[in-house]
């Protein structure tokens, strides 16, 4: 059986989760924190979560565990058959990697853990992510689901970086992302109905 890697408040870790999930791949959860020990190197060469353990071995980096379990072929399909297709999903997932999550993720210090970033920081912030919200405003369907009319990868990516961006915003940059993007509140409120997202919720809150 699959074993997953890291602990309930990690985005990355919830969105390989939930892919599990909503392929219905038989996984155990292993609680697991971001470590330097030689152990833990071993099989998460960065020391980060999530990371999976599989038969031969031990996977980490979302995307690349993301296509793993595309590549097996179990489970319900989470990335397109067309080869086009698929690479407009990937590209959603890393333009939203590197151009929301990332400039939110620079602000995680002061809006999460009670520590405090300069106003350079913050200023950065909220341009790189003015600017990534308007990416995806052009490249994102939302029809109904960010890639399209099916679930994808690019909709995990989308739920977990966009939520703790929009609290990021709001608290720290004077910002609301979803002011005028009510396509993107509303996939994420469609999206925290399904039972995955469910679970993945009440396991956060326990």
């Known amino acids: ?33 971001p470590s330097q020990d030689d152990d833990y190197l071993s099989h998460s060469p960065m020391g980060k979560v999530p990371y999976l353990e599989i038969p031969e071995g031990f996977l980490s980096e ?17 990335l397109p058959i067309d080869p086009y297709e698929r690479a407009k999903v990937r590209e959603l997932m890393k333009e939203i990697e590197l151009y929301i999550e990332l400039p939110a993720r620079s602000c995680y210090a002061e809006a999460f853990f009670g520590g405090t970033v300069s106003e350079a920081v913050k200023v950065k912030a909220k ?16 029809a109904p689901y960010v890639a399209g009319s099916e ?19 709001k608290k720290l940059l004077d910002m609301d992302i979803y002011s005028d993007f009510g396509e993107a509140k509303d996939l994420i409120a469609s999206l925290n109905e399904r039972e995955s997202a469910r679970q993945v919720s009440a396991d956060q809150k326990a």
């Open 1 to 33: 059986m699959l074993k997953l890697y890291g602990f309930p408040l990690s985005n990355y870790y919830n969105m390989i989760k939930i892919a599990l999930l909503e392929k219905g791949i038989e996984f155990e959860l292993v609680d697991a924190h």
């Open 127 to 142: 341009t790189d992510l003015s600017k990534g919200i308007a990416g995806l405003k052009r490249n994102g369907k939302f």
């Open 62 to 78: 979302t995307n690349v565990i993301c296509e793993y379990l595309e590549d097996t072929g179990e489970g319900v399909a989470l």
């Open 151 to 169: 679930l994808t990868y690019a909709d995990f990516f989308f739920m977990y970086s966009l939520n703790l961006a929009g609290i990021v915003a």
